[in-house]
């Protein structure tokens, strides 16, 4: 069990960390974008206050979506590897991030033709976090896996 918390709270610090650093690279290519097209820059604290939007959404986002979405991915690829593992669990997280996109943009009135913009958008920006998740997740259980030596009986795990 405390193998199991372990992985989940470090595949967390990994979506989480890497859903900043996204932001912190948006923030820069749209700094870059701004500077060759001579549009407003935005002010001084524009960086320091998306990343920080970013960090509080990537709080919200850890146990509505990453950590659902690992989960199914684990719970169904387990036996067949991380590779198996880490596909499964970024295909349920976009479909989930695709759900609360849609929902969001319509509760928020969005018009109907950027729905599917805001969709796109919002898949694209939980692949690499939830890759990191799983695949820190799936590290510290074989991490902990290979410290345990070779499980002996039926109890062992697969993988």
Same mark, same amino acid.
């Given at each position: =069990?405390?193998?199991?918390? &372990?992985?989940?709270?470090? @595949?967390?610090?990994?979506? *989480?960390?890497?859903?900043? +650093?996204?932001?912190?690279? %948006? ?9 060759? &097209? ?7 604290? +524009? ?5 920080? !939007?970013? !960090? ?12 659902? $979405? %690992? ?9 067949? #590897? &991380? ?8 295909? $349920?997280?976009?479909?989930? $991030?695709? @759900?609360?996109?849609? %929902? #969001? ?13 805001? !969709? ?11 890759? =990191?998740? !799983?695949?820190? $997740?799936?590290?510290?259980? *074989? =991490? ?16």
């Amino acid at each position: =069990m405390v193998v199991g918390i &372990t992985r989940h709270l470090a @595949g967390m610090a990994a979506a *989480w960390l890497t859903f900043v +650093a996204q932001s912190v690279a %948006v923030y820069f290519g749209l700094l870059l974008f701004a500077v060759v &097209t001579g549009s407003g820059l935005g002010g001084p604290l +524009a960086g320091p206050v998306l990343a920080l !939007a970013a !960090a509080v959404a990537g709080v919200a986002l850890l146990p509505l979506l990453f950590l659902p $979405a %690992v989960a199914i991915g684990q719970a169904v690829g387990r036996s067949r #590897g &991380t590779g198996r593992v880490v596909a499964l669990s970024t295909i $349920a997280a976009v479909v989930l $991030a695709i @759900g609360y996109a849609v %929902v #969001g943009a319509v509760l928020s009135e969005v018009s109907a033709r950027y729905v599917p913009v805001v !969709a796109v958008v919002a898949a694209l920006l939980v692949v690499a976090p939830v890759v =990191m998740y !799983a695949l820190s $997740a799936e590290g510290v259980g *074989w =991490m902990a896996r290979r410290r345990r030596g070779p499980a002996v009986g039926l109890a062992a795990e697969p993988g």
